[in-house]
């Protein structure tokens, strides 16, 4: 299975300023077409996963432009470039590129 | 925009079995996967399996095959999830989520609590 880890675990902001995810994973997630596939997801608290980023960079329908995804083959990072109070929650990302489909562990964004 | 809406929380006892519905609404049920993922009490989200709502075709996780079964019906726009054989750590929360193959889920129903205890 293709592990996915996410760091930082925890993840103290303070609002205006910029937040970075990292998400590393154990293979590398380029297919033969080219695409990355790796997606972010936002678990605000008490609410389903939502989600952010698809294929590594593309930001979903209605997502803020203050969210971006980049990296390639193993090493993938999400940033938020001025983090807001409703952006807290946790962040996770997710390989499509092979079954099982692996999920990180989890970032925590929280407000300080 | 699509929707996903999940039925109720469930209580079983070891050893049972739970089926939880997701019905889909304001897009073509047809045209796209439902995907499963569950989350159990301080765990990451783990991908159960998805179907083809298509064709009935579906891929399950390893670890879950043998007690996962996911099934859909067009009529209604309904995909099913069936669990069998319930040990207290399948007690999480299930998504449905639409996508399947490589797509990314970008819509996810509201979850529904499963327990269970004997």
């Known amino acids: 299975d293709i592990v996915l880890t996410q760091s930082p675990l925890s993840l103290p902001v303070t609002p205006g300023e910029p937040a970075s995810i990292s998400c590393r994973s154990s293979?590398?997630?380029?297919?033969?077409?080219?695409?990355?596939?790796l997606s972010w997801y936002l678990q605000k608290p008490g609410q389903s996963p939502q989600l952010l980023i698809y294929l590594g960079s593309n930001r979903a329908s209605g997502v803020p432009d203050r969210f971006s995804g980049s990296g390639s083959g193993t090493d993938f990072t999400l940033k938020i470039s001025r983090v807001e109070a409703e952006d807290v929650g946790v962040y996770y990302c997710m390989q499509t590129l092979q079954t099982p489909l692996t999920f990180g562990g989890g970032t925590k964004v929280e407000i300080k | 925009q699509a929707q996903l809406v999940q039925s109720g929380a469930e209580v079983k006892k070891p050893g049972a079995s739970v089926k939880v519905s997701c019905r889909a609404s304001r897009y073509v049920f047809t045209n796209y996967g439902i995907s499963w993922v569950r989350q159990a009490p301080g765990q990451r989200l783990e991908w159960m399996g998805w179907i083809s709502v298509y064709n009935g075709n579906t891929e399950y996780a390893p670890r879950l095959q043998g007690r996962v079964t996911m099934t859909r019906d067009t009529f209604t726009t309904t995909a099913y999830l069936d669990l069998s054989n319930l040990r207290s750590d399948d007690t999480a929360v299930y998504f449905c989520?639409?996508?399947?193959?490589?797509?990314?889920?970008?819509?996810w129903g509201q979850g529904t609590v499963v327990t269970v205890s004997s």
């Open positions: 989520a639409r996508g399947s193959g490589t797509d990314a889920f970008d819509v």
């Open positions: 293979q590398r997630l380029v297919h033969f077409n080219g695409n990355s596939y």
